[in-house]
């Protein structure tokens, strides 16, 4: 059990999209973000870069930032910048500043932290913003919002990427025929800072292309109703009359470690407990919460950006499709996928899910398919019903679908599913290439 649960950890991190993406939806206290339309985009970029907290939004966003505000802005962009690793300058002046929240005095602090690298900024800020498309230029002696002042800093941060021709790359392909180009995105589900920004290159692929096709749309409001339905138990039982003893009882002592109540616990199936439980041995390794590292996964980004820019979205499969697949699990399969889970959170092992995920999101910044595959199948369990129902069959039945798109569609059309489906025996890339296709790298 214990080689099955090592292995377990791995394929739990590579089904995050649905379970641990939507139940902590499902659950979340609704509130309202104190934000403008015009900045919607542009903060959608910003919050993924771990430049300003995301509770800013619900405490006066709006309205005039403080000094306290824009120092932290400052000193976060500044250290994202920073991971660059650009060459500084031998000579540097910064230019002068008051340190007060005008929107002039915001515009020279952030000039100042490009302005020491060596890149064509020149010595005018307003001008090199302007120029720059980060600020118009316009109302420099006015008050900041800090909404106006995070969007700049995130501006500015992108720009500054794309001119040192870096950013996140992602493991990716592609496949067209005479009239369709298909773009192939594999995705981690959960995710860090230091993943964002992407690659010009990737974004442009994504901003030309006619639509997004994912394996779900977690945006879809009906299904998720439907999902949190089946998650739970409505026979009237609960897990205590449908695990044995001994897995009751290492639920208990994880619910007890991490304070959580068992008594909501116990009304969820073994495959849905299993996803609530998966993340908690990793929470805090990367300074974030669960939900926090679930905004930052690659589909989450995908899919909202697809949403503002108005982008048509096709289920590959779909929410609804997803949960009867782990509804329809045997009881011995969910389980044992539960067991798996609890163990490796009760008796953490040296091959932990942050070493896992760390080593992911490693090759995917830099693009090294090679790396990330070898990675992944390290991490492959032994055949069984589980590791059956997440590839297998679901790789073909998504391959064709490409394959119908390429047939009867023109246009572009940009595809992110789980890394996974990509790099396991027989994923869709080899469905592709069996009906005639070339895949080939997206970088070359």
Same mark, same amino acid.
């Given at each position: 059990?214990?080689?099955?649960?090592?292995?377990?950890?791995?394929?739990?991190? %590579?089904?995050?999209?649905?379970?641990?993406?939507?139940?902590?939806?499902?659950?979340?206290?609704?509130?309202?973000?104190?934000?403008?339309? /015009?900045?919607?985009?542009?903060?959608?970029?910003?919050?993924?870069?771990?430049?300003?907290? #995301?509770? /800013?939004? @619900?405490?006066?966003?709006?309205?005039? #930032?403080?000094?306290?505000?824009?120092?932290?802005?400052?000193?976060?962009?500044?250290?994202?910048?920073?991971?660059?690793?650009? &060459?500084?300058?031998?000579?540097? *002046?910064?230019?002068?500043?008051?340190?007060?929240?005008?929107?002039?005095?915001?515009?020279?602090?952030?000039?100042?932290?490009?302005?020491?690298?060596?890149?064509?900024?020149?010595?005018?800020?307003?001008?090199?913003?302007?120029?720059?498309?980060? &600020?118009?230029?316009?109302?420099?002696?006015?008050?900041?919002?800090?909404?106006?002042?995070?969007?700049?800093?995130?501006?500015?941060?992108?720009? +500054? @990427?794309?001119?040192?021709?870096?950013?996140?790359?992602?493991?990716? /392909?592609?496949?067209?025929?005479?009239?369709?180009?298909?773009?192939?995105?594999?995705?981690?589900?959960?995710?860090?800072?230091?993943?964002?920004?992407?690659?010009?290159?990737?974004?442009?692929?994504?901003?030309?292309?006619?639509?997004?096709?994912?394996?779900?749309?977690?945006?879809?409001?009906?299904?998720?109703?439907?999902?949190?339905?089946?998650?739970?138990?409505?026979?009237?039982?609960?897990?205590?009359?449908?695990? &044995?003893?001994?897995?009751?009882?290492?639920?208990?002592?994880?619910?007890?470690? @991490?304070?959580?109540?068992?008594?909501?616990?116990?009304?969820?199936?073994? /495959?849905?407990?299993?996803?609530?439980?998966?993340?908690?041995?990793? $929470?805090? *390794?990367?300074?974030?919460?669960?939900?926090?590292?679930?905004?930052?996964?690659?589909?989450?980004?995908?899919?909202?950006?697809?949403?503002?820019?108005?982008?048509?979205?096709?289920?590959?499969?779909?929410?609804?499709?997803?949960?009867?697949?782990?509804?329809?699990?045997?009881?011995?399969?969910?389980?044992? *996928?539960?067991?798996? +889970?609890? $163990?490796?959170?009760?008796?953490?092992?040296?091959?932990?899910?942050?070493?896992?995920?760390?080593?992911?999101?490693?090759?995917?910044?830099?693009?090294?398919?090679?790396?990330?595959?070898? *990675?992944?199948?390290?991490?492959?369990?032994?055949?069984?019903?589980?590791?059956?129902?997440?590839? %297998?069959?679901?790789?073909?039945?998504?391959?064709?679908?490409?394959?119908?798109?390429?047939?009867?569609?023109?246009?572009?059309?940009?595809? #992110?599913? %789980?890394?996974?489906?990509?790099?396991?025996?027989?994923?869709?890339?080899?469905?592709?290439?069996?009906?005639?296709?070339?895949?080939?790298?997206?970088?070359?």
């Amino acid at each position: 059990m214990k080689r099955i649960g090592r292995h377990m950890i791995a394929t739990m991190l %590579g089904i995050m999209l649905m379970l641990s993406t939507v139940i902590p939806v499902i659950q979340a206290e609704e509130r309202k973000p104190d934000i403008s339309g /015009w900045a919607i985009e542009a903060l959608n970029e910003g919050e993924k870069y771990g430049i300003f907290p #995301v509770q /800013w939004y @619900y405490e006066g966003f709006t309205s005039e #930032v403080s000094i306290e505000r824009v120092n932290e802005l400052v000193a976060l962009t500044e250290k994202k910048i920073a991971a660059l690793q650009l &060459s500084e300058k031998k000579q540097y *002046s910064p230019v002068s500043y008051k340190e007060d929240t005008t929107r002039g005095d915001i515009i020279n602090r952030l000039f100042n932290i490009v302005a020491r690298y060596d890149l064509p900024v020149g010595k005018d800020a307003v001008a090199y913003m302007t120029k720059r498309n980060i &600020s118009n230029g316009l109302g420099l002696k006015e008050k900041a919002t800090t909404q106006q002042a995070v969007v700049l800093a995130t501006r500015l941060v992108k720009d +500054t @990427y794309n001119q040192a021709q870096q950013g996140s790359k992602g493991v990716a /392909w592609v496949v067209e025929d005479e009239d369709t180009k298909v773009y192939l995105l594999g995705s981690i589900h959960v995710g860090t800072p230091d993943l964002y920004p992407f690659n010009k290159k990737l974004l442009t692929a994504f901003d030309e292309s006619d639509a997004l096709l994912v394996e779900v749309n977690l945006f879809n409001q009906k299904e998720l109703e439907y999902l949190a339905g089946k998650a739970m138990y409505t026979d009237g039982t609960t897990l205590r009359e449908n695990v &044995s003893a001994d897995t009751y009882t290492k639920v208990e002592k994880v619910a007890q470690q @991490y304070q959580l109540p068992m008594e909501q616990l116990v009304l969820q199936k073994p /495959w849905a407990l299993s996803s609530t439980l998966s993340l908690l041995g990793s $929470d805090d *390794s990367f300074g974030l919460s669960r939900e926090e590292m679930t905004m930052h996964g690659i589909d989450m980004y995908f899919l909202s950006s697809a949403l503002l820019q108005e982008k048509p979205i096709i289920e590959l499969e779909g929410i609804k499709a997803q949960t009867d697949m782990f509804d329809g699990l045997s009881p011995e399969a969910q389980e044992q *996928s539960l067991v798996a +889970t609890v $163990d490796s959170i009760l008796e953490p092992s040296a091959e932990n899910g942050k070493d896992i995920m760390q080593n992911w999101f490693s090759s995917w910044k830099k693009g090294e398919i090679l790396a990330f595959t070898e *990675s992944f199948k390290k991490t492959e369990g032994e055949d069984s019903e589980f590791n059956e129902m997440l590839f %297998g069959l679901r790789d073909e039945q998504m391959a064709k679908k490409i394959v119908s798109l390429l047939e009867d569609e023109e246009g572009e059309y940009f595809v #992110v599913v %789980g890394a996974g489906h990509f790099t396991v025996d027989k994923n869709i890339r080899y469905h592709l290439e069996q009906s005639g296709y070339d895949v080939v790298p997206f970088y070359q």
